[in-house]
DNA sequence: GCAAAAGTGTTGTGACTACACCCATGG
DNA sequence: CCATGGGTGTAGTCACAACACTTTTGC
Protein backbone atom coordinates (compact mmCIF):
# COMPACT_ATOMS: atom_id res chain seq x y z
CA UNK A 1 0.00 0.00 0.00
CA UNK A 2 2.59 2.23 0.99
CA UNK A 3 5.24 3.59 -1.91
CA UNK A 4 8.48 1.89 -1.19
CA UNK A 5 11.68 3.03 -1.46
CA UNK A 6 13.47 5.89 0.56
CA UNK A 7 9.97 7.70 0.60
CA UNK A 8 10.39 8.20 4.82
CA UNK A 9 11.05 11.85 6.37
CA UNK A 10 14.29 11.82 8.07
CA UNK A 11 14.60 11.46 11.93
CA UNK A 12 17.14 13.14 13.66
CA UNK A 13 17.34 14.64 17.23
CA UNK A 14 18.67 18.17 18.67
CA UNK A 15 19.91 18.87 22.05
CA UNK A 16 19.01 21.73 24.72
CA UNK A 17 21.61 21.85 26.89
CA UNK A 18 21.71 24.46 29.89
CA UNK A 19 23.81 25.42 32.31
CA UNK A 20 24.40 28.12 34.76
CA UNK A 21 27.41 30.13 35.78
CA UNK A 22 27.53 33.59 36.78
CA UNK A 23 24.38 33.86 37.83
CA UNK A 24 23.53 33.58 34.25
CA UNK A 25 21.00 30.95 32.39
CA UNK A 26 23.21 29.90 29.48
CA UNK A 27 22.82 27.21 26.56
CA UNK A 28 24.87 25.09 24.51
CA UNK A 29 26.02 26.17 20.87
CA UNK A 30 27.72 25.64 17.65
CA UNK A 31 29.02 27.19 14.77
CA UNK A 32 27.43 24.92 11.75
CA UNK A 33 30.47 23.26 10.18
CA UNK A 34 28.28 22.32 6.72
CA UNK A 35 25.54 23.85 4.59
CA UNK A 36 22.77 25.36 5.31
CA UNK A 37 23.89 28.22 7.94
CA UNK A 38 27.13 27.15 7.75
CA UNK A 39 29.38 29.40 10.33
CA UNK A 40 25.81 30.17 12.18
CA UNK A 41 25.37 29.07 16.36
CA UNK A 42 22.94 26.05 16.27
CA UNK A 43 21.74 23.91 18.28
CA UNK A 44 23.74 20.30 18.03
CA UNK A 45 21.82 17.43 16.36
CA UNK A 46 22.58 14.51 14.23
CA UNK A 47 20.47 12.02 11.98
CA UNK A 48 19.26 8.97 14.25
CA UNK A 49 21.09 5.86 13.29
CA UNK A 50 19.51 2.14 13.33
CA UNK A 51 21.39 1.08 16.01
CA UNK A 52 21.41 3.63 19.01
CA UNK A 53 18.60 5.36 20.82
CA UNK A 54 17.19 8.39 20.89
CA UNK A 55 18.78 9.52 23.99
CA UNK A 56 22.27 7.76 22.34
CA UNK A 57 21.65 10.03 19.81
CA UNK A 58 21.42 12.89 21.71
CA UNK A 59 24.28 12.29 23.91
CA UNK A 60 26.07 12.06 20.20
CA UNK A 61 25.31 14.87 18.96
CA UNK A 62 26.99 16.85 21.66
CA UNK A 63 30.11 15.07 21.29
CA UNK A 64 30.56 15.06 17.65
CA UNK A 65 29.39 18.30 16.83
CA UNK A 66 29.89 20.76 20.06
CA UNK A 67 32.98 19.20 20.99
CA UNK A 68 31.60 17.90 24.16
CA UNK A 69 34.57 15.64 25.88
CA UNK A 70 33.47 12.23 25.16
CA UNK A 71 33.37 10.77 28.20
CA UNK A 72 31.25 13.52 30.36
CA UNK A 73 27.98 12.64 28.53
CA UNK A 74 27.37 9.88 30.45
CA UNK A 75 26.33 11.38 33.33
CA UNK A 76 24.72 14.21 32.11
CA UNK A 77 20.83 14.72 32.49
CA UNK A 78 18.96 14.73 29.78
CA UNK A 79 15.32 14.11 29.07
CA UNK A 80 13.18 14.70 25.91
CA UNK A 81 11.97 17.49 25.62
CA UNK A 82 8.97 17.54 22.42
CA UNK A 83 9.06 16.09 18.44
CA UNK A 84 9.24 18.78 15.61
CA UNK A 85 8.09 19.21 12.81
CA UNK A 86 7.08 21.22 9.57
CA UNK A 87 9.27 24.16 9.52
CA UNK A 88 12.46 22.31 9.23
CA UNK A 89 13.91 22.00 5.65
CA UNK A 90 17.21 20.78 4.99
CA UNK A 91 18.37 19.36 1.53
CA UNK A 92 18.28 15.94 2.68
CA UNK A 93 14.54 16.02 2.58
CA UNK A 94 11.91 15.62 4.85
CA UNK A 95 13.30 16.16 8.60
CA UNK A 96 11.46 15.56 11.92
CA UNK A 97 13.53 16.09 15.27
CA UNK A 98 13.34 14.67 18.58
CA UNK A 99 14.18 17.28 20.70
CA UNK A 100 16.21 16.69 24.08
CA UNK A 101 16.68 19.00 27.39
CA UNK A 102 19.95 18.40 28.99
CA UNK A 103 21.10 20.11 32.04
CA UNK A 104 24.65 20.69 33.26
CA UNK A 105 26.28 21.77 36.35
CA UNK A 106 28.93 24.34 35.64
CA UNK A 107 32.39 22.79 34.45
CA UNK A 108 36.02 23.32 33.51
CA UNK A 109 37.00 26.04 31.24
CA UNK A 110 36.95 24.64 28.12
CA UNK A 111 33.73 23.24 28.49
CA UNK A 112 32.09 25.96 29.54
CA UNK A 113 33.42 28.09 26.33
CA UNK A 114 30.58 25.92 24.46
CA UNK A 115 27.80 28.28 26.50
CA UNK A 116 26.31 31.22 25.39
CA UNK A 117 24.45 33.59 27.30
CA UNK A 118 20.90 33.55 27.04
CA UNK A 119 20.55 37.38 26.03
CA UNK A 120 17.11 38.48 25.30
CA UNK A 121 18.14 38.41 21.46
CA UNK A 122 18.78 35.08 21.62
CA UNK A 123 15.72 32.50 20.86
CA UNK A 124 13.83 35.16 18.71
CA UNK A 125 14.71 35.33 14.93
CA UNK A 126 18.54 34.08 15.52
CA UNK A 127 18.95 30.80 15.08
CA UNK A 128 18.72 28.42 11.98
CA UNK A 129 16.05 25.75 11.26
CA UNK A 130 13.51 26.38 14.16
CA UNK A 131 16.08 26.26 16.64
CA UNK A 132 14.12 29.29 17.84
CA UNK A 133 10.99 27.89 18.90
CA UNK A 134 12.98 24.74 20.09
CA UNK A 135 15.03 26.73 22.55
CA UNK A 136 11.66 28.88 23.80
CA UNK A 137 10.05 25.54 24.42
CA UNK A 138 13.11 24.17 26.28
CA UNK A 139 12.91 27.22 28.98
CA UNK A 140 8.97 26.61 28.85
CA UNK A 141 10.08 23.42 30.02
CA UNK A 142 12.64 24.02 32.80
CA UNK A 143 11.29 27.00 33.98
CA UNK A 144 7.68 24.79 34.61
CA UNK A 145 9.79 21.74 36.38
CA UNK A 146 11.83 24.00 38.74
CA UNK A 147 8.44 24.78 40.64
CA UNK A 148 8.14 21.26 41.60
CA UNK A 149 10.52 18.98 40.83
CA UNK A 150 14.04 18.86 42.00
CA UNK A 151 15.60 19.28 38.47
CA UNK A 152 17.80 22.18 39.73
CA UNK A 153 20.08 19.89 41.71
CA UNK A 154 20.87 18.77 38.27
CA UNK A 155 22.98 22.32 37.98
CA UNK A 156 24.61 22.08 41.35
CA UNK A 157 27.01 19.56 42.81
CA UNK A 158 25.76 16.71 45.25
CA UNK A 159 25.85 19.60 48.35
CA UNK A 160 25.37 23.00 48.24
CA UNK A 161 24.66 26.30 49.40
CA UNK A 162 20.86 27.46 49.67
CA UNK A 163 22.03 31.10 48.19
CA UNK A 164 23.81 29.16 45.39
CA UNK A 165 20.41 26.96 44.71
CA UNK A 166 18.46 30.33 45.10
CA UNK A 167 20.94 32.14 41.97
CA UNK A 168 19.65 29.08 40.05
CA UNK A 169 16.32 29.86 40.18
CA UNK A 170 17.02 33.70 40.00
CA UNK A 171 18.72 32.31 36.84
CA UNK A 172 16.19 30.65 35.25
CA UNK A 173 13.03 32.41 36.36
CA UNK A 174 14.91 35.83 35.03
CA UNK A 175 13.97 37.45 38.58
CA UNK A 176 14.44 37.80 42.14
CA UNK A 177 13.10 35.81 44.85
CA UNK A 178 12.48 36.21 48.28
CA UNK A 179 15.54 35.21 50.65
CA UNK A 180 13.70 33.70 53.49
CA UNK A 181 10.34 32.23 52.00
CA UNK A 182 12.28 30.92 49.15
CA UNK A 183 14.42 28.84 51.56
CA UNK A 184 11.00 27.82 54.39
CA UNK A 185 9.29 26.60 51.01
CA UNK A 186 12.06 24.48 49.37
CA UNK A 187 12.27 23.26 52.97
CA UNK A 188 8.70 22.62 53.56
CA UNK A 189 8.43 20.71 50.19
CA UNK A 190 10.40 18.37 51.44
CA UNK A 191 12.73 19.00 48.14
CA UNK A 192 16.01 19.88 49.69
CA UNK A 193 17.41 18.32 53.21
CA UNK A 194 20.35 20.02 55.43
CA UNK A 195 23.08 18.02 54.84
CA UNK A 196 25.81 19.36 57.29
CA UNK A 197 27.13 22.56 58.53
CA UNK A 198 29.82 24.18 55.78
CA UNK A 199 33.33 23.52 57.79
CA UNK A 200 35.03 25.42 55.05
CA UNK A 201 34.14 28.60 54.33
CA UNK A 202 35.97 29.35 51.28
CA UNK A 203 37.33 32.89 50.07
CA UNK A 204 34.26 34.85 52.43
CA UNK A 205 34.52 38.18 53.65
CA UNK A 206 31.95 37.90 56.37
CA UNK A 207 28.87 36.54 57.32
CA UNK A 208 27.87 33.40 59.33
CA UNK A 209 28.49 30.43 57.90
CA UNK A 210 25.74 28.59 56.34
CA UNK A 211 24.52 24.66 56.02
CA UNK A 212 24.87 22.08 53.32
CA UNK A 213 22.14 21.15 51.64
CA UNK A 214 21.31 18.19 49.04
CA UNK A 215 18.39 17.67 47.36
CA UNK A 216 16.10 14.40 48.60
CA UNK A 217 17.37 11.19 46.60
CA UNK A 218 14.50 10.20 44.99
CA UNK A 219 12.86 11.53 41.47
CA UNK A 220 10.43 13.84 43.48
CA UNK A 221 7.83 14.55 41.57
CA UNK A 222 6.37 16.50 44.52
CA UNK A 223 3.66 14.92 45.42
CA UNK A 224 0.84 15.36 42.38
CA UNK A 225 -0.75 18.86 44.27
CA UNK A 226 -4.58 17.49 44.77
CA UNK A 227 -7.58 18.96 43.12
CA UNK A 228 -10.27 19.10 45.36
CA UNK B 1 21.83 -7.35 11.16
CA UNK B 2 20.23 -5.50 9.82
CA UNK B 3 19.30 -5.57 6.25
CA UNK B 4 21.21 -3.33 3.99
CA UNK B 5 19.66 -0.36 2.52
CA UNK B 6 17.16 1.07 4.73
CA UNK B 7 19.04 2.22 6.89
CA UNK B 8 17.34 4.51 9.03
CA UNK B 9 14.62 4.43 11.57
CA UNK B 10 10.97 4.18 10.75
CA UNK B 11 8.87 7.02 12.15
CA UNK B 12 5.21 6.49 13.01
CA UNK B 13 2.81 7.68 14.87
CA UNK B 14 0.27 6.30 17.29
CA UNK B 15 -2.76 8.00 18.48
CA UNK B 16 -4.92 7.64 21.97
CA UNK B 17 -8.08 9.24 21.94
CA UNK B 18 -9.91 9.31 25.39
CA UNK B 19 -13.37 9.79 25.67
CA UNK B 20 -16.29 10.58 28.60
CA UNK B 21 -19.48 8.64 28.65
CA UNK B 22 -21.74 7.19 30.94
CA UNK B 23 -19.30 8.16 33.29
CA UNK B 24 -16.78 6.42 32.16
CA UNK B 25 -13.48 7.54 31.12
CA UNK B 26 -12.17 5.21 27.40
CA UNK B 27 -10.40 4.45 24.85
CA UNK B 28 -10.23 4.44 21.38
CA UNK B 29 -8.72 1.30 20.08
CA UNK B 30 -9.23 -0.96 16.57
CA UNK B 31 -8.04 -4.98 16.05
CA UNK B 32 -5.40 -5.37 14.14
CA UNK B 33 -5.70 -7.08 10.72
CA UNK B 34 -2.41 -7.71 10.76
CA UNK B 35 1.00 -9.57 11.88
CA UNK B 36 2.32 -9.02 14.41
CA UNK B 37 -0.18 -9.51 16.91
CA UNK B 38 -3.04 -9.61 14.05
CA UNK B 39 -6.60 -9.74 16.12
CA UNK B 40 -5.26 -7.99 19.20
CA UNK B 41 -6.25 -4.40 20.03
CA UNK B 42 -3.86 -1.70 19.88
CA UNK B 43 -4.09 1.74 19.60
CA UNK B 44 -4.05 3.01 16.09
CA UNK B 45 -0.77 4.15 14.26
CA UNK B 46 0.57 4.52 10.94
CA UNK B 47 3.91 5.22 9.37
CA UNK B 48 4.35 8.86 8.63
CA UNK B 49 4.63 9.80 4.78
CA UNK B 50 7.38 12.21 3.68
CA UNK B 51 4.35 14.69 2.53
CA UNK B 52 2.21 14.88 5.67
CA UNK B 53 2.78 16.42 9.08
CA UNK B 54 3.15 14.59 11.83
CA UNK B 55 -0.65 15.70 13.21
CA UNK B 56 -1.99 14.59 9.80
CA UNK B 57 -0.52 11.29 10.33
CA UNK B 58 -1.84 11.14 13.30
CA UNK B 59 -5.61 11.92 12.09
CA UNK B 60 -4.71 9.63 9.07
CA UNK B 61 -4.14 6.43 11.64
CA UNK B 62 -7.91 7.21 13.00
CA UNK B 63 -9.66 7.18 9.74
CA UNK B 64 -7.39 4.37 8.10
CA UNK B 65 -7.13 2.51 10.93
CA UNK B 66 -9.81 2.65 13.57
CA UNK B 67 -12.72 3.49 10.89
CA UNK B 68 -13.11 7.45 12.39
CA UNK B 69 -15.38 9.21 10.04
CA UNK B 70 -13.23 10.73 7.23
CA UNK B 71 -14.96 14.38 7.45
CA UNK B 72 -14.99 14.22 11.79
CA UNK B 73 -10.89 13.75 12.45
CA UNK B 74 -10.48 17.51 11.71
CA UNK B 75 -12.89 18.87 14.40
CA UNK B 76 -10.71 16.25 16.81
CA UNK B 77 -8.75 18.14 19.44
CA UNK B 78 -5.11 16.51 19.26
CA UNK B 79 -1.92 17.27 20.93
CA UNK B 80 1.62 15.95 20.79
CA UNK B 81 2.40 13.67 23.86
CA UNK B 82 5.89 12.29 23.31
CA UNK B 83 7.84 10.13 21.14
CA UNK B 84 8.31 6.43 22.40
CA UNK B 85 11.65 4.57 21.45
CA UNK B 86 13.46 1.03 22.28
CA UNK B 87 10.93 -1.18 23.06
CA UNK B 88 8.99 -1.28 19.59
CA UNK B 89 10.06 -3.99 17.97
CA UNK B 90 8.44 -4.38 14.40
CA UNK B 91 9.43 -7.19 11.04
CA UNK B 92 9.85 -3.57 8.95
CA UNK B 93 12.99 -2.74 11.43
CA UNK B 94 13.46 0.09 13.62
CA UNK B 95 10.66 1.91 14.51
CA UNK B 96 10.18 5.34 16.59
CA UNK B 97 6.72 6.63 17.40
CA UNK B 98 5.97 9.84 17.92
CA UNK B 99 2.40 9.60 19.90
CA UNK B 100 -0.50 11.99 19.86
CA UNK B 101 -3.45 12.53 22.53
CA UNK B 102 -6.78 13.25 21.30
CA UNK B 103 -9.65 13.83 23.08
CA UNK B 104 -13.24 13.46 21.77
CA UNK B 105 -16.68 14.77 22.93
CA UNK B 106 -19.46 11.99 23.43
CA UNK B 107 -20.80 10.64 19.37
CA UNK B 108 -22.99 8.83 17.46
CA UNK B 109 -23.80 5.55 18.17
CA UNK B 110 -20.98 4.40 15.23
CA UNK B 111 -18.36 5.94 16.84
CA UNK B 112 -19.21 5.09 20.42
CA UNK B 113 -18.56 1.38 19.29
CA UNK B 114 -14.73 2.47 18.55
CA UNK B 115 -13.88 3.21 22.18
CA UNK B 116 -13.36 0.88 25.11
CA UNK B 117 -13.71 1.54 29.00
CA UNK B 118 -10.43 2.52 30.82
CA UNK B 119 -10.74 -1.05 33.24
CA UNK B 120 -8.08 -1.41 35.60
CA UNK B 121 -6.61 -4.53 33.20
CA UNK B 122 -6.21 -1.76 30.33
CA UNK B 123 -2.72 -0.53 30.28
CA UNK B 124 -0.97 -3.46 32.08
CA UNK B 125 0.11 -6.25 29.60
CA UNK B 126 -2.71 -6.13 27.88
CA UNK B 127 -1.72 -4.10 24.94
CA UNK B 128 0.74 -4.83 22.05
CA UNK B 129 4.28 -3.13 21.63
CA UNK B 130 4.87 -0.40 24.52
CA UNK B 131 1.23 0.69 23.82
CA UNK B 132 0.58 0.24 27.33
CA UNK B 133 3.40 2.78 28.20
CA UNK B 134 1.81 5.03 25.61
CA UNK B 135 -1.59 4.77 27.06
CA UNK B 136 -0.08 5.02 30.54
CA UNK B 137 1.30 8.34 29.90
CA UNK B 138 -1.38 9.96 27.65
CA UNK B 139 -3.51 9.62 30.78
CA UNK B 140 -0.54 11.02 33.27
CA UNK B 141 -0.80 14.04 30.48
CA UNK B 142 -4.59 14.26 30.44
CA UNK B 143 -4.74 14.31 34.48
CA UNK B 144 -2.78 16.65 34.77
CA UNK B 145 -3.97 19.26 32.37
CA UNK B 146 -7.13 19.00 33.77
CA UNK B 147 -5.76 21.06 37.00
CA UNK B 148 -4.72 23.84 35.22
CA UNK B 149 -6.33 24.09 31.69
CA UNK B 150 -9.51 24.32 30.11
CA UNK B 151 -8.66 21.42 28.72
CA UNK B 152 -12.21 19.58 29.78
CA UNK B 153 -13.72 21.59 27.53
CA UNK B 154 -12.80 18.88 24.75
CA UNK B 155 -15.17 16.46 26.30
CA UNK B 156 -18.51 18.26 26.05
CA UNK B 157 -19.92 20.19 23.82
CA UNK B 158 -19.81 24.31 24.14
CA UNK B 159 -22.55 24.80 26.75
CA UNK B 160 -22.81 22.25 29.20
CA UNK B 161 -24.23 21.92 32.74
CA UNK B 162 -21.57 22.01 35.88
CA UNK B 163 -22.40 18.59 36.74
CA UNK B 164 -21.73 17.29 33.46
CA UNK B 165 -18.33 18.35 34.07
CA UNK B 166 -18.02 17.27 37.28
CA UNK B 167 -18.53 13.76 35.82
CA UNK B 168 -15.97 13.98 33.26
CA UNK B 169 -13.30 15.35 36.10
CA UNK B 170 -14.63 12.86 38.27
CA UNK B 171 -14.24 10.29 35.59
CA UNK B 172 -10.61 10.93 34.42
CA UNK B 173 -9.27 11.39 38.29
CA UNK B 174 -11.35 7.97 38.89
CA UNK B 175 -12.32 10.05 42.62
CA UNK B 176 -15.39 11.99 43.31
CA UNK B 177 -15.11 15.73 43.90
CA UNK B 178 -17.31 17.99 46.25
CA UNK B 179 -19.52 19.40 44.29
CA UNK B 180 -19.66 22.88 45.53
CA UNK B 181 -15.81 23.64 46.01
CA UNK B 182 -15.19 22.45 42.27
CA UNK B 183 -18.30 24.92 41.40
CA UNK B 184 -16.40 27.45 43.37
CA UNK B 185 -13.11 26.53 42.09
CA UNK B 186 -13.46 26.43 38.50
CA UNK B 187 -15.22 29.98 38.28
CA UNK B 188 -13.35 31.41 40.93
CA UNK B 189 -10.21 30.33 38.60
CA UNK B 190 -11.83 31.70 35.81
CA UNK B 191 -12.26 28.61 33.90
CA UNK B 192 -16.06 28.70 33.05
CA UNK B 193 -18.27 31.61 33.36
CA UNK B 194 -22.15 31.37 33.00
CA UNK B 195 -24.02 31.76 29.42
CA UNK B 196 -27.75 31.79 30.19
CA UNK B 197 -30.57 29.82 32.22
CA UNK B 198 -31.52 26.46 31.05
CA UNK B 199 -34.99 26.95 29.61
CA UNK B 200 -35.29 23.22 28.61
CA UNK B 201 -34.99 21.02 31.16
CA UNK B 202 -35.07 17.54 29.38
CA UNK B 203 -36.79 14.97 30.83
CA UNK B 204 -35.55 16.43 34.29
CA UNK B 205 -37.68 14.31 37.52
CA UNK B 206 -37.33 17.44 39.91
CA UNK B 207 -35.19 19.85 40.97
CA UNK B 208 -34.19 23.67 40.12
CA UNK B 209 -33.05 24.08 36.83
CA UNK B 210 -29.50 24.50 36.25
CA UNK B 211 -27.69 27.03 34.06
CA UNK B 212 -25.28 26.33 31.63
CA UNK B 213 -21.88 27.62 31.32
CA UNK B 214 -19.20 27.63 28.78
CA UNK B 215 -15.13 27.27 29.21
CA UNK B 216 -13.74 30.94 28.62
CA UNK B 217 -12.90 31.46 25.10
CA UNK B 218 -8.70 31.75 24.91
CA UNK B 219 -6.43 28.56 25.46
CA UNK B 220 -6.17 29.43 29.07
CA UNK B 221 -2.82 27.75 30.58
CA UNK B 222 -4.72 29.51 33.93
CA UNK B 223 -2.21 31.86 34.93
CA UNK B 224 1.37 29.85 35.36
CA UNK B 225 1.44 29.72 39.36
CA UNK B 226 3.56 32.11 40.38
CA UNK B 227 6.70 30.40 42.43
CA UNK B 228 7.05 32.78 45.05
C1' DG C 1 -45.91 19.88 51.09
C1' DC C 2 -41.95 17.14 49.93
C1' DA C 3 -38.09 15.35 47.34
C1' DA C 4 -34.43 16.63 44.39
C1' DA C 5 -31.10 19.23 42.39
C1' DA C 6 -28.92 23.98 42.00
C1' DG C 7 -26.82 27.58 44.11
C1' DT C 8 -24.90 30.50 48.35
C1' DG C 9 -22.77 31.48 52.90
C1' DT C 10 -19.75 30.40 56.87
C1' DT C 11 -15.99 28.72 59.44
C1' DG C 12 -11.62 26.63 60.43
C1' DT C 13 -7.13 25.33 58.57
C1' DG C 14 -3.13 25.82 56.29
C1' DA C 15 -0.09 28.01 52.81
C1' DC C 16 2.19 32.16 51.19
C1' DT C 17 4.01 37.10 51.60
C1' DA C 18 6.42 40.56 53.70
C1' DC C 19 8.75 41.80 57.11
C1' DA C 20 11.39 42.25 61.69
C1' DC C 21 14.51 40.15 64.31
C1' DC C 22 18.38 37.06 66.08
C1' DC C 23 22.92 34.42 65.15
C1' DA C 24 27.73 33.66 63.83
C1' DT C 25 31.63 34.97 61.57
C1' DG C 26 35.73 38.20 59.45
C1' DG C 27 38.06 42.16 59.82
C1' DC D 1 32.00 46.42 67.31
C1' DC D 2 30.22 46.57 63.03
C1' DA D 3 29.43 44.90 58.41
C1' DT D 4 27.92 40.78 56.20
C1' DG D 5 25.47 37.23 55.32
C1' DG D 6 22.74 32.92 57.46
C1' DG D 7 18.79 31.53 60.00
C1' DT D 8 14.13 32.09 62.68
C1' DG D 9 9.65 34.07 64.11
C1' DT D 10 5.18 36.48 63.18
C1' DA D 11 0.98 38.90 61.47
C1' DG D 12 -2.05 39.62 57.56
C1' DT D 13 -4.02 37.66 53.56
C1' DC D 14 -5.89 34.33 50.72
C1' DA D 15 -7.14 29.80 49.01
C1' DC D 16 -9.52 25.78 50.13
C1' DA D 17 -12.17 21.78 52.43
C1' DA D 18 -16.23 20.72 54.90
C1' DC D 19 -20.78 21.46 55.61
C1' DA D 20 -25.07 23.96 56.70
C1' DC D 21 -28.35 26.51 54.48
C1' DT D 22 -31.45 28.68 50.88
C1' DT D 23 -33.67 28.58 46.17
C1' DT D 24 -36.37 26.63 42.50
C1' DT D 25 -38.30 23.20 40.20
C1' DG D 26 -41.56 18.42 39.46
C1' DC D 27 -44.90 15.68 41.40
New interface residues.
Partial sequence: M?PAG??????AVDVVVFSVSRGRLRVLLHRRGQDPFSGAPALPGV?????E???DAARRALAVKAGWPPDAPEDLYVE?L??F??LYRDPR??T?S?AYLGLSPARSAPVRKLFWELADGLGRGSLPFDHDRILETALARLR?K??YTNIAGQFLPEAFRIDELQKV?EAV?HRS??RT??RN?LLKLGLIEQVRALSEAVGKKGGRPPHLYAFAREEVEAA??D??
Avoid: C, M, S, W
Avoid at 6 to 11: F, G, T
Avoid at 47 to 51: H, K, R, Y
Fill in positions: ELERPILAVQVDTLEQATDGGRVVGLRYLLNNFKDRFL
